[in-house]
């Protein structure tokens, strides 16, 4: 897609709602400008720690209450190719 839009008076260019609604841009985002054989402009993605961390122990909840399942002790896997670790 390919948009034409004007430069303000001291350089300001609004990017229409549409767009920044495609790309996940909100008031108050930073994005990146890279000047190459033009200007590229890219939201900067940050990620929330926390919401991070919580999905993580959530999973590990998750998978520690699978059956059968146990925790294998240092070296005990040693001898265990992956291929013969999914084998039925």
């Given amino acids: 897609?390919?948009?034409r839009l004007k430069v303000g008076r001291k350089?300001?260019?609004?990017?229409?709602k549409?767009?920044?609604?495609?790309?996940?841009?909100?008031?108050g985002d930073e994005v990146t400008v890279e000047i190459?054989?033009?200007?590229?402009?890219?939201?900067?993605?940050r990620f929330?720690?926390?919401?991070?961390e919580s999905a993580l122990k959530r999973h590990l909840d998750?998978?520690?209450?699978?059956p059968g399942l146990k925790e294998p002790k240092p070296g005990e896997l040693a001898a265990?190719?992956?291929?013969?670790?999914f084998e039925d």
């Fill in 62 to 66: 998750n998978i520690q209450r699978l």
């Fill in 36 to 45: 190459m054989d033009g200007i590229l402009l890219k939201p900067v993605r």
């Fill in 18 to 27: 549409a767009v920044r609604e495609a790309v996940g841009i909100d008031e």
């Fill in 1 to 3: 897609m390919t948009l």
């Fill in 80 to 85: 265990i190719y992956l291929e013969e670790e």
């Fill in 11 to 16: 350089g300001y260019i609004i990017l229409p």
């Fill in 48 to 52: 929330n720690r926390r919401k991070l």
